[in-house]
Nanobody, 120 residues
């Protein structure tokens, strides 16, 4: 199983980025997909998640600014990030879980992470 995250980079505050996570080796339709992030010196935290049929969940800190989506035909999950803030700076990880909880301990597979840096 592979989860390949991409799309990170350096952006000014107020800007946008779109992250992608391409998956292979798993039955994509069977997985609850999500994104986490980890800022320097801090623990990894939940950002957003999406079920196969499209139900979405967000951390309060990103509601109204980030949108998670998935393309079940391409086995890919996306995270559109708008109105970025300096506090969004982190390494972003995509995650896949067979269950229904999307917590660090329940995730089955992790992507390698992509760096997002938001400058002021």
């Amino acid at each position: 199983v592979q989860l390949q995250a991409s799309g990170g980079g350096l952006v000014q505050a107020g800007g946008s980025l779109r992250l992608s996570c391409d998956t292979s080796g798993l039955t994509f339709s069977s997985y609850f997909m999500g994104w986490f992030r980890q800022a320097p010196g801090k623990e990894r935290k939940f950002v957003a998640a999406i079920r196969f049929r499209g139900m979405t969940y967000y951390a309060d800190s990103v509601k109204g600014r980030f949108t998670i989506s998935r393309d079940n035909a391409k086995n890919t999950v996306y995270l559109q990030m708008n109105s970025l803030k300096t506090e969004d700076t982190a390494v972003y990880y995509c995650a896949a879980e067979r269950g229904a909880f999307m917590t660090q301990s329940s995730v089955d597979y992790w992507g390698q992470g992509t760096q997002v840096t938001v400058s002021s």
